[in-house]
């Protein structure tokens, strides 16, 4: 058998925009615009330059709600730049970028292979010799919920191949249940590897034959999805076994930072801190842009001064001033400052008060402990049971009134019970009623 | 503090009264109306706190006598006391507080006593009667409503009502379900407004699809009208070419015309073997073999004329040429006649001068007699020398004889220095020396003497020397003038001798040529002349007769050639024999008559040209013209149409092709703008900035969502708090006061409560827990409320501070009998737990009721006020 290698990956969302981001410069807002693409396009360069044989998308390549006829073209563009390299492209379509969302009025070149909604076998062919068989099955609408691995034969073809396939394998709540399938359901089929799309954190789930990666996106696309984005160079040797080599292609790289403001003594102080994380991020990956959510915790000095009107908006500002001004590869830019900062008073003594305010707090424990579900996910919850207390049932169901408001759903596009995140909410109302309802200190 | 003993000395309408072992629990004093209660429960208050003001009418000054005042008999803390109250010109009049031994005590010992009661809260709390029973406000006043409300509703007396206010106006500020102003629904109108922008956008696939099929059938249709111009076009350049051919068409018809008038076969002219419908219709096949059709181009068309013009224009140089030497002939004609003429004449004067020159002369001797300028010289040479010679001897002569006259003269010339002379030196100069020895003075005398006598000597000397040297050169000049004398003569002889030799000379030169020995010079140059003259006749003689005779033989020539060319062109000769001269002018003529014909047979020959030229010029117009058409088929469609015809096809050919070049712009213009519309949708990243825009503004939205959800949160964990601290943290004047109102309404109600932060009491129904407002209780019920509360704050008083005996007024006159009855027990209890009680009431079934209810209860009848 030849050694050969492939190009690995999924979850591209040309053309997607970046979430949860606002106030962004011009400048900034075409940075992150083409970042997607931009990403697809270290993608394919490295492809060109490492000479793949083939170049594998596992699902979600953009996003057909957007319907972004550029992203398409230049998706094609990207497609036209593999076929004249001679690298043969395998497409599958994943929920994102359904069978029916892909333009019919583009033609892309004939290197380039679409699954259908049926499992099929293409083979990959260099310099007449067939290297591996790809298998692989496209989304043929965005809810797919049925086992697709199911589709793919026991016994695939040889000399080496290659499953192609987005999907949620495992227990992941954290995404959509698209076409789940177990672990064992792609163990049990005799592939020797297996490109997973859908999952956007890299992930080898299978080390060994048949190796189960998932390479995550090239490009995170929100504060959820931090660290270092890209595809995966798999290696093939003439034994057949695999080696896999992340290539990082992200122009937009996303952070969190947490720091407690404990002993923290003045905002200079605090800035030296930013000032020195930020040097050490842009020193890992100069080439990229560095979006920042910065989380102030801990009780201390800087507390009282943090929550002044208009504090954590003015801190925000300087930073970007300081070191996203403008914001281009190389700089951090703080997306979001949050301040989690509490005043140096001790919330357990405050919560075992005989008063209103002990009450209240009483209360937020018990709902923080036992956080309501949203109406339509009651079932499985205490609530369903009828075990939720009533304090939780009583905030959903006052939140319920504008999370609930069609309008409101319309204009998220997603549903807006994602927003409420119980913990965050739950803190920031402690702190509004300490501030109201607490004597002395603050 | 519980009275035992109550002493009025003047209070309205009282006046000593005592009432005296009242008893520490219930003790129910009934009076009739205007019995004096309500002043006797004015008294307590005033002993306690002081009398009113003067105005009012609670003042109570007394009106029957007595000093206004009193005292009260009480125990308090273990210990007795009496506290008494008189007026002294104040206004509260004057307070003496005393222990039970009689001793005064510091004035402010009943403040402490009374832990700083005031005035207020014991009239509202303490002392009351059905008025105040049936008005809240009386339990409104900031001392009363302190015990109720505030007790352990926050810590440190924060604002909860504020918080919650702030929170509703938060919320509300952010969101309203149905609002518009509010910023979740202005940002929900803000992406509205982007979703529209989007929403085109979005359709752009579809359009581009629509644009790419727009785009391939305008190329399919384009394809279309390019082929139907170029057939329009093909049409139109055939109706130009049968126009721009039609000139050149007729010309070929006019050379064809004219060639066939000059009889030449078209063949012969260079021309296809036609198949025209003339020609046709002849039924001539002018058919020539390729090979040997002269080019047209390049041939002579002279070619084409008859034999006998073409013999002429081959000679037409010969002809001309001697054509051109006719006037030479006449000339030729004429210089034989005057040859002839002047030979004749020449020969008559030669001649007379032989017969001039004498004897001897003759044609011969006189051609051979040199007389040329050679001759001339000499003889001219000859005369000078001899002319030379004699005037040197006449010279010669001359010049001995002034010779000889100078010799005379010099003999008879005198000596130069005369004697005379030489003495007149010598005595001036004696004379000089003399006077310069005498005149001189003595001094230089000597020297100026020697020297004039020296100067005078020498003079003499040299006078003497001067008269010796001329007569020596008188002699020399004789001896040199009698030489020149001689020397004169000898020439002269030698001059005569040269003329002979002379004269010898000229006589034998003039022998040498023949001539007479005697002629002299000027003689001999005459004769020369006349030879010469002679000799001039006899040279234009020979010349003229030499002249006609050349032009006799070139004229002979001449005409021999004009013969030669008759003869080539088989002409009749001219006879020479008749004379030549004769035979000049008819040759002549004859050879204009050829030139003539010639001219004829040129211009034949010039036409010829012309019109074939025409005809080769004409063929190949239509040939360039014609193109790829060919010019026979060209020239077929043209014998079809006329000029007309021609311009109307080539305007509807115009026509078509402008039509169609037309339909190609405006779809060449449609396809550029489908063209240039794709390029745009598909680098257009307005709909990648919208997205990115909206999620900006989702952003947005999820932000105020956030704030809002935070608010609501916090709303609800308020009120939830509320609902815990109002169900369990009730003030305990509340929660007592609950229980006395249990009570009193036989247990249809269970709570007393205040809402939190507000200074308002709700009840709550045992039964459901419904809460309702005193506003919304009857009357009677309301009052038992109230009483509930007063017991209430009457008992936490107790223990807050000090106990104080109640002094009710007719408090159960609007209960029904069963809840007065339940309130009589319970102010029977009240009392029984050591709280003192003074119920008055008027109603005798009400002290029936008290005594009935309360074994223990004193029942003291108020006497009459006097």
Same mark, same amino acid.
Request: proline residues 5%; charged residues 25%.
């Given at each position: 058998?030849?050694?050969?290698?492939?190009?690995?990956?999924?979850?591209?969302?040309?053309?997607?925009?970046?979430?949860?981001?606002?106030?962004?410069?011009?400048?900034?807002?075409?940075?992150?615009?083409?970042?997607?693409?931009?990403?697809?396009?270290?993608?394919?360069?490295?492809?060109?330059?490492?000479?793949?044989?083939?170049?594998?998308?596992?699902?979600?390549?953009?996003?057909?709600?957007?319907?972004?006829?550029?992203?398409?073209?230049?998706?094609?563009?990207?497609?036209?730049?593999?076929?004249?390299?001679?690298?043969?492209?395998?497409?599958?379509?994943?929920?994102?970028?359904?069978?029916?969302?892909?333009?019919?009025?583009?033609?892309?070149?004939?290197?380039?292979?679409?699954?259908?909604?049926?499992?099929?076998?293409?083979?990959?062919?260099?310099?007449?010799?067939?290297?591996?068989?790809?298998?692989?099955?496209?989304?043929?609408?965005?809810?797919?919920?049925?086992?697709?691995?199911?589709?793919?034969?026991?016994?695939?073809?040889?000399?080496?191949?290659?499953?192609?396939?987005?999907?949620?394998?495992?227990?992941?709540?954290?995404?959509?249940?698209?076409?789940?399938?177990?672990?064992?359901?792609?163990?049990?089929?005799?592939?020797?590897?297996?490109?997973?799309?859908?999952?956007?954190?890299?992930?080898?789930?299978?080390?060994?034959?048949?190796?189960?990666?998932?390479?995550?996106?090239?490009?995170?696309?929100?504060?959820?999805?931090?660290?270092?984005?890209?595809?995966?160079?798999?290696?093939?040797?003439?034994?057949?076994?695999?080696?896999?080599?992340?290539?990082?292609?992200?122009?937009?790289?996303?952070?969190?930072?947490?720091?407690?403001?404990?002993?923290?003594?003045? !905002?200079?102080?605090?800035?030296?801190?930013?000032?020195?994380?930020?040097?050490?991020?842009?020193?890992?990956?100069?080439?990229?842009?560095? !979006?920042?959510?910065?989380?102030?915790?801990?009780?201390?000095?800087?507390?009282?001064?943090?929550?002044?009107?208009?504090?954590?908006?003015?801190?925000?500002?300087?930073?970007?001033?300081?070191?996203?001004?403008?914001?281009?590869?190389?700089?951090?830019?703080?997306?979001?400052?949050?301040?989690?900062?509490?005043?140096?008073?001790?919330?357990?003594?405050?919560?075992?008060?005989?008063?209103?305010?002990?009450?209240?707090?009483?209360?937020?424990?018990?709902?923080?402990?036992?956080?309501?579900?949203?109406?339509?996910?009651?079932?499985?919850?205490?609530?369903?049971?009828?075990?939720?207390?009533?304090?939780?049932?009583?905030?959903?169901?006052?939140?319920?009134?504008?999370?609930?408001?069609?309008?409101?759903?319309?204009?998220?596009?997603?549903?807006?019970?994602?927003?409420?995140?119980?913990?965050?909410?739950?803190?920031?109302?402690?702190?509004?009623?300490?501030?109201?309802?607490?004597?002395?200190?603050? | 503090?519980?009275?035992?003993?109550?002493?009025?000395?003047?209070?309205?309408?009282?006046?000593?009264?005592?009432?005296?072992?009242?008893?520490?629990?219930?003790?129910?004093?009934?009076?009739?109306?205007?019995?004096?209660?309500?002043?006797?429960?004015?008294?307590?208050?005033?002993?306690?706190?002081?009398?009113?003001?003067?105005?009012?009418?609670?003042?109570?000054?007394?009106?029957?006598?007595?000093?206004?005042?009193?005292?009260?008999?009480?125990?308090?803390?273990?210990?007795?006391?009496?506290?008494?109250?008189?007026?002294?010109?104040?206004?509260?009049?004057?307070?003496?507080?005393?222990?039970?031994?009689?001793?005064?005590?510091?004035?402010?010992?009943?403040?402490?006593?009374?832990?700083?009661?005031?005035?207020?809260?014991?009239?509202?709390?303490?002392?009351?009667?059905?008025?105040?029973? =049936?008005?809240?406000?009386?339990?409104?006043?900031?001392?009363?409503?302190?015990?109720?409300?505030? +007790?352990?509703?926050?810590?440190?007396?924060?604002?909860?009502?504020?918080?919650?206010?702030?929170?509703?106006?938060?919320?509300?500020?952010?969101?309203?379900?149905?609002?518009?102003?509010?910023?979740?629904?202005?940002?929900?109108?803000?992406?509205?407004?982007?979703?529209?922008?989007?929403?085109?956008?979005? =359709?752009?696939?579809?359009?581009?699809?629509?644009?790419?099929?727009?785009?391939?059938?305008?190329?399919?249709?384009? +394809?279309?009208?390019?082929? !139907?111009?170029?057939?329009?076009?093909?049409?139109?350049?055939?109706?130009?070419?049968?126009?721009?051919?039609?000139?050149?068409?007729?010309?070929?018809?006019?050379?064809?015309?004219?060639?066939?008038a000059l009889g030449v076969p078209l063949t012969a002219a260079g021309g296809e073997p036609a198949k025209t419908k003339t020609d046709a219709g002849d039924g001539q096949e002018n058919v020539a073999s390729p090979g040997t059709r002269p080019n047209p181009e390049t041939s002579d068309p002279a070619e084409l004329l008859p034999p006998s013009q073409r013999a002429l224009l081959r000679e037409s140089g010969r002809i001309r040429t001697l054509l051109a030497a006719a006037p030479r002939l006449r000339e030729l004609r004429a210089a034989i006649q005057k040859g002839l003429t002047d030979a004749d004449t020449a020969n008559v004067a030669l001649q007379t001068h032989l017969k001039d020159l004498g004897k001897g002369w003759n044609a011969e001797r006189i051609r051979t007699r040199a007389t040329g300028l050679k001759e001339r010289e000499k003889i001219r040479q000859f005369a000078e020398e001899m002319r030379q010679v004699?005037?040197?001897?006449?010279?010669?002569?001359?010049?001995?004889?002034?010779?000889?006259?100078?010799?005379?003269?010099?003999?008879?010339?005198?000596?130069?220095?005369?004697?005379?002379?030489?003495?007149?030196?010598?005595?001036?100069?004696?004379?000089?020396?003399?006077?310069?020895?005498?005149?001189?003075?003595?001094?230089?005398?000597?020297?100026?003497?020697?020297?004039?006598?020296?100067?005078?000597?020498?003079?003499?000397? !040299?006078?003497?020397?001067?008269?010796?040297?001329?007569?020596?050169?008188?002699?020399?000049?004789?001896?040199?003038?009698?030489?020149?004398?001689?020397?004169?003569?000898?020439?002269?002889?030698?001059?005569?001798?040269?003329?002979?030799?002379?004269?010898?000379?000229?006589?034998?030169?003039?022998?040498?040529?023949?001539?007479?020995?005697?002629?002299? +010079?000027?003689?001999?140059?005459?004769?020369?002349?006349?030879?010469?003259?002679?000799?001039? =006749?006899?040279?234009?003689?020979?010349?003229?007769?030499?002249?006609?005779?050349?032009?006799?033989?070139?004229?002979?020539?001449?005409?021999?050639?004009?013969?030669?060319?008759?003869?080539?062109?088989?002409?009749?000769?001219?006879?020479?024999?008749?004379?030549?001269?004769?035979?000049?002018?008819?040759?002549?003529?004859?050879?204009?008559?050829?030139?003539?014909?010639?001219?004829?047979?040129?211009?034949?020959?010039?036409?010829?040209?012309?019109?074939?030229?025409?005809?080769?010029?004409?063929?190949?117009?239509?040939?360039?013209?014609?193109?790829?058409?060919?010019?026979?088929?060209?020239?077929?469609?043209?014998?079809?149409?006329?000029?007309?015809?021609?311009?109307?096809?080539?305007?509807?050919?115009?026509?078509?092709?402008?039509?169609?070049?037309?339909?190609?712009?405006?779809?060449?213009?449609?396809?550029?703008?489908?063209?240039?519309?794709?390029?745009?949708?598909?680098?257009?990243?307005?709909?990648?900035?919208?997205?990115?825009?909206?999620?900006?503004?989702?952003?947005?939205?999820?932000?105020?969502?956030?704030?809002?959800?935070?608010?609501?949160?916090?709303?609800?964990?308020?009120?939830?708090?509320?609902?815990?601290?109002?169900?369990?943290?009730?003030?305990?004047?509340?929660?007592?006061?609950?229980?006395?109102?249990?009570?009193?309404?036989?247990?249809?109600?269970?709570?007393?409560?205040?809402?939190?932060?507000?200074?308002?009491?709700?009840?709550?129904?045992?039964?459901g827990g419904r809460r309702k407002g005193p506003e919304a209780l009857s009357r009677g019920t309301s009052e038992q409320l109230y009483l509930a509360m007063r017991l209430a704050l009457a008992a936490v008083y107790a223990n807050q501070a000090v106990p104080l005996p109640l002094v009710a007024d007719d408090i159960l006159v609007n209960f029904d009998d069963r809840r007065a009855a339940s309130a009589a027990t319970l102010l029977g209890d009240f009392a029984a737990e050591g709280h003192q009680v003074l119920a008055f009431t008027c109603h005798s079934h009400l002290a029936e009721v008290f005594t009935a209810q309360v074994p223990g209860a004193k029942l003291i009848l108020l006497p009459k006020p006097v």
């Amino acid at each position: 058998m030849q050694p050969f290698s492939f190009l690995h990956c999924a979850d591209v969302h040309l053309g997607a925009p970046f979430r949860g981001l606002t106030n962004l410069s011009p400048e900034l807002g075409a940075h992150l615009r083409d970042a997607p693409v931009a990403a697809f396009t270290r993608l394919v360069t490295a492809a060109v330059e490492h000479k793949v044989a083939g170049f594998i998308i596992a699902g979600d390549l953009f996003d057909a709600a957007d319907r972004n006829l550029r992203a398409q073209i230049k998706l094609r563009d990207q497609l036209v730049r593999l076929h004249e390299a001679g690298i043969s492209t395998f497409v599958t379509a994943g929920n994102h970028d359904p069978m029916g969302g892909w333009l019919s009025s583009i033609r892309y070149p004939e290197s380039v292979h679409f699954f259908g909604s049926e499992v099929s076998a293409i083979p990959l062919v260099r310099d007449g010799e067939t290297l591996a068989h790809v298998y692989g099955v496209s989304f043929n609408r965005p809810e797919v919920k049925e086992n697709l691995a199911a589709g793919f034969p026991v016994e695939p073809e040889g000399p080496f191949s290659i499953g192609v396939l987005h999907a949620s394998v495992g227990d992941r709540s954290e995404h959509a249940p698209y076409a789940p399938c177990s672990l064992q359901d792609l163990k049990f089929r005799r592939f020797d590897y297996w490109a997973l799309g859908h999952v956007h954190k890299r992930e080898t789930l299978h080390g060994e034959k048949p190796v189960i990666h998932y390479p995550g996106n090239p490009q995170g696309l929100h504060i959820n999805e931090t660290g270092p984005r890209g595809g995966t160079l798999v290696k093939v040797t003439s034994g057949g076994s695999v080696s896999l080599t992340p290539i990082w292609s992200d122009v937009v790289r996303w952070h969190r930072l947490r720091t407690s403001i404990e002993g923290v003594q003045s !905002i200079d102080d605090l800035l030296g801190v930013f000032s020195q994380t930020a040097s050490a991020i842009v020193g890992e990956a100069s080439e990229c842009l560095h !979006i920042l959510r910065w989380t102030l915790t801990g009780g201390g000095p800087l507390h009282s001064e943090l929550h002044r009107p208009e504090a954590g908006h003015d801190l925000a500002e300087t930073l970007r001033e300081e070191h996203a001004s403008p914001a281009e590869p190389g700089t951090v830019w703080v997306e979001q400052l949050d301040l989690a900062t509490r005043a140096e008073r001790d919330m357990r003594s405050l919560r075992e008060q005989p008063d209103l305010l002990g009450d209240l707090l009483r209360l937020a424990e018990e709902i923080r402990s036992s956080p309501p579900a949203p109406p339509e996910h009651e079932i499985g919850t205490g609530n369903f049971f009828g075990l939720e207390p009533e304090s939780s049932a009583a905030v959903r169901d006052a939140v319920a009134e504008l999370l609930e408001d069609r309008r409101v759903l319309a204009a998220l596009g997603r549903d807006p019970w994602t927003i409420a995140d119980w913990p965050r909410l739950i803190a920031a109302a402690e702190s509004l009623a300490i501030k109201w309802l607490a004597s002395g200190e603050d | 503090m519980i009275f035992n003993r109550i002493h009025i000395d003047g209070f309205g309408t009282w006046r000593d009264l005592d009432l005296e072992e009242l008893d520490p629990g219930l003790n129910v004093l009934l009076a009739p109306n205007e019995g004096g209660k309500t002043t006797l429960m004015t008294f307590i208050r005033s002993v306690l706190f002081g009398f009113r003001r003067r105005s009012d009418p609670q003042r109570y000054e007394p009106l029957r006598g007595g000093k206004h005042g009193g005292h009260i008999d009480f125990e308090a803390e273990g210990d007795y006391y009496r506290v008494a109250r008189s007026a002294d010109g104040t206004s509260p009049g004057s307070m003496h507080i005393s222990d039970k031994d009689g001793s005064s005590l510091p004035e402010g010992k009943l403040a402490d006593l009374l832990r700083n009661t005031t005035d207020v809260l014991f009239e509202n709390v303490f002392a009351f009667g059905l008025t105040e029973l =049936q008005r809240l406000d009386t339990l409104q006043k900031e001392e009363v409503a302190g015990h109720i409300y505030s +007790a352990g509703m926050a810590s440190g007396g924060q604002d909860p009502i504020g918080f919650r206010q702030w929170l509703r106006k938060e919320r509300d500020r952010l969101y309203l379900p149905r609002g518009r102003k509010q910023a979740v629904a202005e940002k929900l109108l803000e992406i509205g407004a982007l979703q529209k922008e989007i929403d085109p956008l979005q =359709q752009l696939p579809e359009e581009h699809a629509t644009l790419l099929q727009q785009g391939r059938s305008l190329g399919e249709r384009l +394809a279309e009208v390019d082929l !139907i111009i170029a057939a329009r076009q093909s049409q139109l350049d055939a109706a130009r070419r049968a126009q721009r051919a039609w000139r050149d068409y007729e010309d070929l018809l006019a050379a064809e015309s004219a060639l066939k008038a000059l009889g030449v076969p078209l063949t012969a002219a260079g021309g296809e073997p036609a198949k025209t419908k003339t020609d046709a219709g002849d039924g001539q096949e002018n058919v020539a073999s390729p090979g040997t059709r002269p080019n047209p181009e390049t041939s002579d068309p002279a070619e084409l004329l008859p034999p006998s013009q073409r013999a002429l224009l081959r000679e037409s140089g010969r002809i001309r040429t001697l054509l051109a030497a006719a006037p030479r002939l006449r000339e030729l004609r004429a210089a034989i006649q005057k040859g002839l003429t002047d030979a004749d004449t020449a020969n008559v004067a030669l001649q007379t001068h032989l017969k001039d020159l004498g004897k001897g002369w003759n044609a011969e001797r006189i051609r051979t007699r040199a007389t040329g300028l050679k001759e001339r010289e000499k003889i001219r040479q000859f005369a000078e020398e001899m002319r030379q010679v004699e005037s040197e001897i006449e010279s010669i002569s001359g010049r001995a004889a002034e010779a000889h006259d100078g010799y005379e003269t010099i003999v008879a010339r005198r000596d130069p220095v005369s004697r005379e002379a030489v003495m007149l030196t010598w005595a001036l100069a004696v004379a000089l020396t003399f006077i310069s020895a005498v005149v001189v003075p003595p001094v230089a005398r000597l020297v100026t003497t020697s020297a004039v006598g020296t100067i005078g000597a020498m003079t003499g000397i !040299i006078m003497m020397w001067l008269r010796h040297r001329g007569r020596q050169q008188m002699r020399n000049e004789r001896l040199a003038a009698a030489d020149r004398e001689t020397t004169m003569w000898a020439q002269h002889e030698d001059a005569q001798q040269s003329l002979r030799e002379i004269e010898d000379k000229w006589q034998a030169w003039l022998k040498s040529q023949g001539l007479d020995v005697d002629l002299g +010079a000027d003689g001999a140059l005459d004769l020369l002349d006349r030879i010469r003259e002679a000799q001039e =006749q006899d040279r234009r003689h020979g010349e003229s007769s030499a002249n006609a005779a050349k032009a006799t033989s070139e004229l002979t020539v001449a005409c021999g050639r004009v013969n030669a060319l008759f003869e080539s062109l088989h002409r009749d000769q001219i006879s020479l024999q008749v004379g030549l001269q004769e035979a000049v002018e008819p040759l002549l003529g004859e050879l204009e008559a050829l030139q003539a014909e010639l001219e004829a047979a040129e211009d034949q020959g010039m036409r010829l040209r012309t019109v074939v030229d025409q005809y080769a010029q004409a063929r190949a117009a239509l040939r360039a013209v014609a193109g790829e058409e060919g010019p026979e088929a060209l020239r077929t469609r043209l014998e079809s149409l006329d000029p007309d015809q021609i311009e109307r096809q080539v305007q509807d050919a115009e026509g078509e092709v402008a039509a169609a070049s037309a339909q190609r712009d405006g779809l060449n213009e449609q396809l550029g703008g489908v063209r240039e519309r794709l390029a745009h949708l598909e680098g257009d990243a307005e709909l990648s900035d919208l997205l990115q825009a909206r999620e900006e503004k989702r952003s947005e939205l999820t932000g105020y969502l956030e704030e809002w959800a935070v608010h609501t949160v916090a709303g609800v964990l308020f009120d939830l708090a509320k609902q815990v601290y109002e169900e369990q943290r009730q003030p305990e004047v509340l929660k007592l006061a609950g229980r006395y109102f249990e009570a009193m309404t036989n247990g249809r109600y269970s709570r007393v409560l205040a809402p939190l932060g507000e200074t308002r009491l709700e009840v709550e129904e045992k039964k459901g827990g419904r809460r309702k407002g005193p506003e919304a209780l009857s009357r009677g019920t309301s009052e038992q409320l109230y009483l509930a509360m007063r017991l209430a704050l009457a008992a936490v008083y107790a223990n807050q501070a000090v106990p104080l005996p109640l002094v009710a007024d007719d408090i159960l006159v609007n209960f029904d009998d069963r809840r007065a009855a339940s309130a009589a027990t319970l102010l029977g209890d009240f009392a029984a737990e050591g709280h003192q009680v003074l119920a008055f009431t008027c109603h005798s079934h009400l002290a029936e009721v008290f005594t009935a209810q309360v074994p223990g209860a004193k029942l003291i009848l108020l006497p009459k006020p006097v």
